[in-house]
């Protein structure tokens, strides 16, 4: 079993639908991040954080240290929205552990 | 400029050939990595450095070494490159506060 694991793997929606992403983990953290890969290959970071929650933008990202699970939301997608969204949580030794991502379709 | 610029961009290689992936970064962060991303798996690293004095190893090091000339450049390179090494390859920094920034990547095909 992996240790972050994220559901769905993939997700099909139409624009303007409220989109959730989950992260799930089974390692002790000091953080997690939520990431975006876009088409292209460029990952851009969008949050880091270490408990409740964060908001930038159309974008939440939510967070349950007791449940060992987060949660990204977006807010009236938009076809721009379509990437992969990646979550890795950093553990004990510094690193960061990775999920194999959600790979994301908003069809306008 | 980007924060983080890898070159090249992409290349294409034959098995047993050495190549090196570069990596500068002007974020002025101490801490650089290499990962390696291959479709439907999450990125592996492969080496970090905390320091210009400072590498390690990470998950998947065998047949890849580095060079931290500066604090802002990180090379990777493959000795003896293989098929299985084609891959999309990320350079990395990060701040004290845990932040990240990425490079665009370099996809490598080895054949």
């Known amino acids: 079993k992996n240790e972050v694991e994220q559901s769905p793997q993939n997700l099909t929606a139409q624009e303007g639908e409220f989109i959730t992403i989950n992260c799930s983990y089974s390692?002790?953290?000091?953080?997690l991040h939520w990431l975006q890969q876009h088409p292209g290959g460029g990952i851009v970071s969008l949050f880091m954080l270490s408990s409740g929650k964060k908001k930038h933008g159309r974008l939440i990202a939510t967070i349950n240290i007791q449940e060992k699970h987060s949660s990204l939301h977006i807010t009236a997608s938009h076809p721009r929205d379509s990437a992969v969204y990646i979550c890795a949580v950093k553990g004990s030794n510094y690193q960061l552990i990775w999920g194999a991502g959600t790979k994301l379709i908003i069809k306008p | 400029d980007a924060d983080v610029t890898q070159t090249p961009r992409n290349r294409i290689t034959k098995t047993g050939k050495r190549i090196m992936l570069e990596c500068s970064q002007t974020k002025g962060h101490d801490r650089m990595y290499w990962y390696r991303q291959d479709p439907g798996l999450g990125l592996r690293l492969i080496y970090y450095s905390f320091d210009v004095k400072d590498i390690n190893k990470g998950e998947i090091s065998d047949g890849y070494s580095v060079s931290r000339q500066a604090q802002a450049k990180f090379s990777l390179s493959l000795e003896s490159a293989i098929p299985n090494q084609t891959a999309l390859y990320f350079c990395a920094t990060s701040d004290l506060g845990g932040g990240y920034t990425f490079g665009s990547g370099t996809r490598l095909t080895v054949v």
């Open positions: 390692v002790g953290i000091s953080a």
